[in-house]
């Protein structure tokens, strides 16, 4: 094979990587927006606002150092 075949390649190799970063695309897109996730995501973003009053309840008396872990 020499280089004139490879760059005659190169417009194909190219597509179907396009075509297939698409699909993997579309993929992630219906994984994520699926109906059995969408219970659990609506958990987990209602539980951010939820676990402020837990968090400043259970850190009282324990000092945290920056990368968040308790310090007795």
């Known amino acids: 094979m020499d280089f004139s075949t490879l760059d005659a390649l190169k ?3 190219i597509a179907y990587q ?3 970063l698409f699909v993997m ?3 992630l897109v219906w994984w994520a927006f699926g109906k ?3 219970t659990k995501f609506d958990a987990i ?3 951010i606002l939820d676990d402020e009053d837990v ?3 259970a850190s009282l008396g ?3 150092d920056r990368a968040g872990a ?3």
């Open 25 to 27: 695309f579309l993929g």
């Open 55 to 57: 968090q400043s309840s």
């Open 62 to 64: 324990t000092e945290q």
């Open 36 to 38: 059995r996730r969408k």
């Open 11 to 13: 417009p194909t190799l």
């Open 18 to 20: 396009t075509l297939l």
């Open 70 to 72: 308790n310090k007795q």
């Open 45 to 47: 973003g209602s539980s």
